[in-house]
C-alpha cells in the first residue's frame, strides 16, 4: 500500500465521520509550500549580498545583487511552493540595466520556517519587502506570486513600481482550488466547500478576494502578462482574463511550461525589452536597506506553482 492510498483512505474516513476536520486536512494540503521537496540549504546566492527585510515575522531577510546600483529596484517574486533560487534566471537581465535586483523566499518557502502559508501571509511579505527597499521600479512575479504582488503593490502606500511583469499567472486563486487533483485525496464537492470555508478563516477573506484583476483593477500599471499558450498548470485563458482586467496589460506568448518559461531565452528578451521601455529616469533619492552578513510576440490589449 502506498502512502497516498492511506492517505485518500485515511482521509475519506474523516470526511464520513468529521466533515469539518477533513476540510481541515485537505486545507493543509492544498496550502503546503513543499510540494515539490525539500526545504533548501541556507546558502548565499553567487554574487548576491543578504538584506534585512522589516515588518514581517515571516520573511526576515532576503537577497541582493547590485546592490550599489543607483537607479533603484527590481523585486522577484517566486510562485507558490517555489523559493527564490526560481527567479535566479532573471537577475542578469535586470541587473544589466542597472538595476539593483532583489529577491526572497516567502512564508514558510524555501528556508523558511514551516510547511503552510497563506496569501495574505504572502503578500503581506511583499508590502514588507517593498517597504524595505523604498525604491522599486519594477516588480516580476510568477505564477501565485502574481496575485500576492498586485495585491501587495495596490495597498502599497510609498513609491509605486513603473510597471510589472506577471509570468503565467492564475487569474484567481479559486481557480485553482477548482482545478486542484487533490493530491491523493477524495475530492468531493462538499469537501471542496469545506476548503472554502476554511482558507476564509485562515486569510480572513473570502478565497474570491484573491483576484489578480480585482485586486489590480485600481492601479494604472504598465503590466507585461507572459505565458505559455501550451502551460499544463495554469490555463492560457487565466493570462487573457487577467490581461482583460487590468488597466493597461499586454499579453505576450512564450513558451517552456510553467516552470521552464523562467528560464527560456524568450522570456528574458521580453522582459528586458518591456522593462527598458517603461522605466523612466528615477526622480528620487536611491535608498539602501540594511545589510548584514550571512555565513514571438503575440500582444493582446483585452494567476500555482
Not at 103 to 116: E, S
Not at 172 to 184: I, K, P, S
Request: glycine share 8%; proline share 7%.
Amino acid at each position: 500500500m502506498t502512502s497516498r492510498w492511506l492517505r485518500r483512505h485515511a482521509h475519506r474516513a474523516a470526511g464520513t465521520l468529521a466533515p469539518r476536520l477533513a476540510a481541515r486536512w485537505a486545507t493543509d494540503v492544498f496550502s503546503s509550500t513543499r510540494t515539490y521537496g525539500l526545504r533548501p540549504d541556507d546558502v548565499l546566492p553567487l554574487g548576491a549580498v543578504p538584506f534585512t527585510v522589516h515588518g514581517d515575522k515571516n520573511v526576515t531577510d532576503g537577497f541582493l545583487w547590485n546592490e550599489n546600483a543607483t537607479k533603484g529596484s527590481a523585486l522577484l517574486v517566486h510562485g507558490w511552493a517555489a523559493n527564490s533560487s526560481s527567479m535566479h534566471s532573471l537577475v542578469p537581465p535586470l541587473r544589466a540595466q542597472g538595476l539593483r535586483v532583489a529577491a526572497f523566499d516567502g512564508p514558510a518557502h524555501g528556508v523558511r520556517t514551516g510547511n503552510q502559508a497563506t496569501m495574505t501571509q504572502y503578500t503581506h511579505a511583499v508590502g514588507a519587502v517593498l517597504d524595505t527597499l523604498g525604491d522599486v521600479r519594477v516588480v516580476v512575479a510568477h505564477s501565485l506570486g502574481g496575485i500576492a504582488t498586485i495585491a501587495a503593490v495596490a495597498a502599497h502606500t510609498g513609491r509605486t513600481p513603473e510597471c510589472a511583469v506577471l509570468i503565467a499567472p492564475p487569474a484567481t486563486l479559486g481557480a485553482v482550488l477548482e482545478r486542484w487533483d487533490g493530491a491523493g485525496l477524495h475530492l468531493t464537492r462538499p469537501l471542496v466547500e469545506g476548503i472554502y470555508q476554511e482558507l476564509h478563516h485562515r486569510n480572513g477573506v473570502p478565497v474570491s478576494h484573491w483576484d489578480l484583476a480585482a485586486r489590480g483593477a485600481a492601479l494604472d500599471l504598465p503590466t507585461l502578462i507572459l505565458h505559455d499558450p501550451h502551460d499544463p498548470m495554469v490555463p492560457y485563458e487565466d493570462a487573457r482574463t487577467v490581461t482583460a482586467g487590468l488597466k493597461n496589460a499586454q499579453l505576450t506568448d512564450t513558451d517552456g511550461g510553467h516552470m521552464g518559461i523562467l528560464m527560456n531565452h524568450t522570456t528574458t528578451t521580453h522582459l528586458t525589452r518591456f522593462t527598458t521601455h517603461h522605466l523612466t529616469t528615477p526622480n528620487s533619492p536611491h535608498t539602501h536597506p540594511h545589510t548584514h552578513t550571512h555565513p514571438h510576440t503575440h500582444t493582446h490589449h483585452e494567476g500555482i506553482a
